[in-house]
């Protein structure tokens, strides 16, 4: 989708001031893959699980810069409907392929974390299904809005409680394509 001054003009687009720009987000991503690396051995493979859709292409980009063996594998939550306000209910909408994570070290990766709900219901899922150890990675974290407790293990930046979109993360499935991460102000 192009985001030109007709495009927006014609479709009630509003232009989002930049928060994190794209040189930013490179910069956030690379020192995050570092971070993960750091904590692994080189011989461990990882399972980057990303959380569909907003965290794409966060986990592609990631992905990229793991200098270590990663394998891929998605799984789909929601608890938003439309608009900005969750829901506060977390459901399992696509499952990851990879049924068996039995001694697997898995590094869910989300877009942001915000009231900590959907981050633990993964945790729990994933310890249910046997995974050997779990790491939760988020490019974006809200602590402020936090309704459960839940402390990410690599945070690509804390941010205010504004509403973002870009870089993966929408708002009624619109802004994902954006190479930034900015604040809309609805």
């Known amino acids: 989708m192009c985001y030109n001054s007709e495009s927006i003009m014609n479709t009630s687009y509003l232009t989002p001031e930049i928060l994190i720009s794209s040189k930013q987000l490179d910069a956030i991503v690379s020192r995050v893959a570092d971070e993960i690396l750091a904590d692994c051995r080189s011989d461990t ?17 990631l992905a ?13 939550v929601s608890s938003y409907g439309s608009g900005t306000k969750s829901s506060g209910v977390v459901r399992l909408e696509y499952e990851p392929a990879i049924r068996d994570f039995a001694g697997k070290r898995v590094v869910v990766v989300e877009d942001i974390v915000d ?53 993966g993360l929408d708002y009624n499935e619109h802004y994902r394509g954006l190479p930034y991460v900015g604040l809309l102000n609805n």
């Open 45 to 61: 493979e990882l399972l980057l699980l990303c959380v569909l859709k907003g965290a794409a292409m966060f986990t592609s980009d």
């Open 115 to 167: 009231t900590g709900r959907t981050a633990r219901f993964l945790c729990e899922y994933l310890t249910d299904c046997g995974a050997a150890d779990i790491k939760f990675c988020t490019l974006l974290d809200k602590p402020s809005r936090r309704e459960v407790e839940f402390v990410p293990d690599y945070v690509g930046m804390t941010i205010p409680n504004k509403f973002v979109v870009g870089y």
């Open 64 to 76: 990229k810069k793991l200098d270590a063996p990663v394998m891929l594998d998605y799984i789909k």
